[in-house]
């Protein structure tokens, strides 16, 4: 299955959608938010997507209620671990605020995080796939980066969208 991860979208609504739009001519079956929506309102592109999604609060998402009452309680505090074609995949906002060997103890196989806006994939010593998108919101880098994830192969990728300084 084509996974869609991102995250640090920061109310950045234009940015959202492009990411939706992608997602849906991808194809994705999934989409995972790591993190740092900040506002309930910026959840209403979501709905465009043609698959499930699921997200976890990041460091700035104040309004925990209201986002998780406009997800539908989609969006959940981390550790969040689901399986994704089989494979275990954990999602967590800030990678700072945990262990990974603790993480990867129960079996997971894919470690999704945000936080850092840096992107970047890698695999450790351990063969756990640790996938940060990078911050979809562009604010701070002036990138706006989302990450692929091939569940069958293991195996992820970096996307950049386009940056417009008007968003």
Not at 79 to 89: A, C, I, R, S, T
Not at 157 to 166: A, G, I, N, R, V
Request: with cysteine; hydrophobic share 40%.
């Amino acid at each position: 299955m084509l996974v869609g991860v991102i995250a640090d979208s920061h109310d950045n609504v234009p940015a959202i959608i492009e990411a939706v739009e992608f997602f849906n001519e991808k194809k994705v079956g999934f989409v995972i938010h790591a993190g740092d929506f900040i506002a309930p309102f910026t959840l209403k592109p979501l709905e465009e997507l043609r698959c499930p999604w699921i997200g976890v609060f990041g460091n700035n998402d104040g309004e925990q209620k209201g986002l998780t009452q406009m997800s539908k309680g989609r969006i959940q505090p981390a550790p969040y671990e689901l399986n994704l074609d089989g494979k275990k995949v954990v999602v967590v906002h800030d990678l700072d605020l945990f262990s990974i060997d603790e993480l990867a103890q129960g079996g997971a196989q894919v470690l999704i995080f945000g936080h850092t806006h840096d992107p970047g994939i890698e695999k450790n010593a351990n063969g756990l796939l640790l996938v940060n998108p990078g911050e979809l919101g562009g604010w701070v880098t002036g990138k706006r980066t989302l990450a692929l994830l091939d569940t069958e192969k293991l195996e992820a990728s970096l996307e950049d969208l386009p940056s417009d300084q008007t968003d």
